[in-house]
T-cell receptor, first 115, second 111 residues
Framework: DAGVIQSPRHEVTEMGQEVTLRCKPI?????LFWYRQTMMRGLELLIY????????DSGMPEDRFSAKMPNASFSTLKIQPSEPRDSAVYFC?????????????FGSGTQLSVL | GENVEQHPSTLSVQEGDSAVIKCTYS??????FPWYKQELGKGPQLIID?????GEKKDQRIAVTLNKTAKHFSLHITETQPEDSAVYFC??????????FGKGTSLLVTP
């Protein structure tokens, strides 16, 4: 298995632009999570899905952030408009209860820089 | 909600020494406590976990202890090696599907 795949690895954009981060979870996993990592706040859970349905989006910082999971193999996190304070590493992770328990498998992350 | 505190934020040890990282949590309903290791440029990876019905768990040079009464748990790495250098995160949750992470400990093992 290729693991959780995120794209792009790096994104540099200007303030006000729309940013779209992409994630492909591990096949067969029915939970998908979006985390944001910063030095100040560590790893923050933004939103998670179960069977493509958003379960908890209380961590999404503002209306500028939105996430979708149109099917079991793809999810997006969109920021519109982006701001410099959105600069962080964004991780996608997936998990399944089937024999693995609660182990999260993380992607390699997207390093976002908003200038 | 759950609040996880992790200490220290940085830790430097000499190769062969032991390293201990401590975490506390606030929600008594939490029953799952994993530890993740993050190497530079990569996502966190699970290295060991413990559930509330167990007080200690060991896997080779890594061990985790849990004190539910005091609401704290610790990671112990013995005979440290340079490849143990990384950022370590503790986490706590009551379902595993909404884990709350500590802010991380940057461990440096010097030869």
């Amino acid at each position: 298995d290729a693991g959780v795949i995120q794209s792009p690895r790096h994104e540099v954009t200007e303030m006000g632009q729309e940013v779209t981060l992409r994630c492909k979870p591990i096949s067969g996993h029915d939970y998908l999570f979006w985390y944001r990592q910063t030095m100040m706040r560590g790893l923050e859970l933004l939103i998670y899905f179960n069977n493509n349905v958003p379960i908890d989006d209380s961590g999404m910082p503002e209306d500028r952030f939105s996430a979708k999971m149109p099917n079991a193999s793809f999810s997006t996190l969109k920021i519109q408009p982006s701001e410099p304070r959105d600069s962080a590493v964004y991780f996608c992770a997936s998990s399944s209860r089937q024999g693995i328990g609660e182990k999260l498998f993380f992607g390699s992350g997207t390093q976002l820089s908003v200038l | 909600g759950e609040n996880v505190e992790q200490h220290p934020s940085t830790l430097s040890v000499q190769e062969g020494d032991s390293a201990v990282i401590k975490c506390t949590y606030s929600d008594s309903a939490s029953n799952y406590f994993p530890w993740y290791k993050q190497e530079l440029g990569k996502g966190p990876q699970l290295i060991i976990d413990i559930r509330s019905n167990v007080g200690e768990k060991k896997d080779q040079r890594i061990a985790v202890t849990l004190n539910k009464t005091a609401k704290h748990f610790s990671l112990h790495i013995t005979e440290t090696q340079p490849e143990d250098s990384a950022v370590y995160f503790c986490a706590a949750g009551d379902s595993g599907y909404a884990l709350n992470f500590g802010k991380g400990t940057s461990l440096l093992v010097t030869p």
